[in-house]
């Protein structure tokens, strides 16, 4: 067994055809998650934090170009012959998708849906794996499970259909879970009371995390470390706690900027100037240098690689220093 991270994505890079021409939609994707540990990669809609979650399980298209490596306990997912994925998806790593209504059968009853992962891929007894998925639903909160599992998906609410597609990923007693915004279809209320069940249910069973979502805040809230992916690049990696105080990338402090903060309240709201780019968009040099406040023509030319800032890395020419004189400060 690798001594190393559980999960390792490594200058990941993914090129797709688009508009009939092959286009690089994921430039440079680095994330690290050791073994038992949370890590949230936050980013807007199509900064490519999707595809990089689904190159973890290899579900990305067929005609991707894939460069760089996905590596799970030293073992490069690309790499992986057919029958090997096909183990790895039953075992080892499981996803909690955003539309729970997306990915389970309508015309079969919850418990088909639940029981057949385990008969089919792990050869458990239906009888067994009956019992089984039942304690699972009550574990995520779902009363009167025996009754659940013989209903069909239109006939529960999106929180509890949701709680489903948690027990589900549970089942497989995987090593990893993938959870690509896995609340943001609910309520408020049915939001926390989903990202509580799989707080609770990774700390029980020991579970590494890559925690999908666009929203900063909750990803300080639940996770032990943040990347954050602007137009097909990891700009920025640190500590969850220090998101505030060391944040030494202009997107990540704009980010901050632009939403309230319950620690402080007086704090002036500043909108990002310019709008988001898609990966196969960005032009050469940095793809936030038309936003930034603090762009030079360095900046224009040449594209960063990561380098150290504070407790994490930023791929800035100029990052914002990350000293204690600093802490809660914003661009």
């Not at 290899?58 to 992986?80: K, Q, T």
């Not at 599992?149 to 929180?159: D, K, T, V, Y």
């Not at 706690?241 to 402080?264: C, G, I, K, N």
């Not at 594209?303 to 000293?323: K, N, V």
Request: hydrophobic letters at 40%; glycine letters at 8%.
């Amino acid at each position: 067994m690798s001594s190393g991270p559980l999960l390792r994505i490594d200058a990941l890079r993914i090129d797709l055809p688009v508009d009939g021409a092959v286009r690089t939609v994921v430039h440079r994707a680095d994330v690290s998650i050791p073994e038992g540990t949370a890590v949230a990669l936050v980013g807007e809609s199509g900064s490519g934090k999707s595809l990089t979650a689904r190159s973890v399980l290899g579900l990305l298209p067929r005609n991707a170009g894939i460069h760089g490596d996905v590596l799970f306990a030293g073992e490069s997912v690309p790499a992986m012959r057919p029958e090997r994925l096909r183990a790895f998806r039953a075992s080892e790593v499981a996803m909690v998708f955003q539309d729970p209504r997306a990915h389970i059968n309508p015309a079969r009853s919850i418990g088909d849906f639940l029981v057949e992962g385990l008969t089919t891929a792990r050869g458990v007894r239906a009888a067994e794996a009956a019992r089984k998925v039942t304690r699972i639903l009550q574990e995520v909160g779902i009363s009167d499970a025996a009754r659940r599992m013989r209903q069909r998906p239109h006939e529960l609410s999106g929180g509890l259909l949701q709680r489903v597609m948690i027990a589900a990923a549970l089942a497989a007693e995987p090593r990893l879970l993938l959870a690509d915004e896995p609340t943001t279809a609910l309520d408020v209320t049915t939001q926390e009371e989903v990202m509580a069940i799989i707080g609770e249910a990774r700390a029980a069973r020991g579970l590494a995390m890559l925690f999908i979502t666009h929203d900063l805040e909750l990803a300080a809230a639940v996770c032990d470390r943040i990347a954050v992916m602007y137009a097909g690049t990891t700009v920025e990696e640190l500590p969850a706690e220090r998101l505030r105080a060391q944040a030494a990338h202009p997107y990540t402090r704009a980010l901050l900027a632009s939403r309230p903060s319950v620690d402080d309240t007086g704090a002036e709201l500043r909108s990002i100037p310019g709008r988001p780019l898609s990966g196969f968009e960005v032009p050469d040099g940095c793809a936030f240098g038309d936003r930034c406040p603090r762009v030079q023509d360095l900046c224009r030319s040449d594209r960063p690689e990561p380098t150290s800032a504070g407790d994490g890395t930023a791929s800035c020419h100029f990052p914002h220093p990350c000293g204690p004189e600093e802490a809660g400060r914003h661009a």
